[in-house]
């Protein structure tokens, strides 16, 4: 069975400081993805990390893989109140499932 | 990127009642998925939906609480049958395209 988990779950950022999100899994997994959510949205595709070393940046987000550690990690930098959301992790399971971590509640604070 | 329409978007139901989702998307696809997101928790995957054949249920999930249907390649439902307070949660469906893994908009349901 893979596992995956996130930490912290919960994550009070100060505005302008930069932060990290953890994610490791439990046994080897192809891909890797991120993916936010709003209160009453659904999910929205942030990263898909596929290769050992992978590192993705979109805006003041950056996310990377290491598969021998089993550990992804999304890094914010310079934290901004549009940030506040729930980030997920899933790992890659197989046929196409995917095994999520319990999720990380940002919020943003001036 | 993908078009995932799912209906009803959220619905109050009843004990006891039985509530189809529908979930339709913007090309065909073999695999679709569907979801379900508790109050406050993550997503846990109920089955896989394939055209053509039963769907495959996950541990903890049966075929006769939660139907599932595939008529074609752009289209499931997922029925939540009996329903108790307990099954109030987010379904969403998914699918698979060009590596990436994509959500409908989910079904929130309430059951009183």
């Known amino acids: 069975e893979l596992k995956v988990e996130q930490n912290p779950l919960f994550l009070s950022m100060q505005e302008g400081k930069n932060y990290t999100i953890y994610c490791n899994y439990s046994?080897?997994?192809?891909?890797l993805y991120w993916y936010r959510q709003d209160p009453g949205k659904s999910l929205e595709s942030l990263f898909v990390l596929l290769s050992n070393g992978a590192v993705k940046q979109e805006g003041r987000l950056m996310a990377s893989l290491d598969t021998k550690a089993r550990l992804s990690t999304l890094h914010i930098t310079a934290a901004v109140h549009d940030l506040s959301a729930t980030y997920f992790c899933a790992a890659y399971l197989n046929d196409y499932k995917l095994s999520f971590g319990a999720g990380t509640t940002v919020t943003v604070r001036a | 990127s993908a078009v995932i329409s799912q209906k009803p978007s959220r619905d109050i139901c009843q004990r006891g009642t039985s509530l189809t989702i529908q979930c339709q998307v913007d090309s065909q696809v073999t695999m679709m998925f569907w979801y379900r997101q508790q109050p406050g928790q993550s997503l846990t995957l109920i089955a896989t939906?394939?055209?053509?054949?039963?769907?495959?249920?996950e541990s903890g999930f049966v075929i006769d609480k939660f139907p599932i249907s595939r008529p074609n390649l752009t289209f499931s439902t997922l029925t939540v049958s009996n329903m108790s307070p307990e099954d109030s949660s987010i379904y969403l469906c998914s699918l698979h395209r060009a590596g990436e893994a994509f959500f409908g908009q989910g079904t929130r349901l309430t059951v009183v």
């Open positions: 939906a394939n055209q053509g054949s039963e769907a495959t249920y």
């Open positions: 046994t080897t997994s192809d891909r």
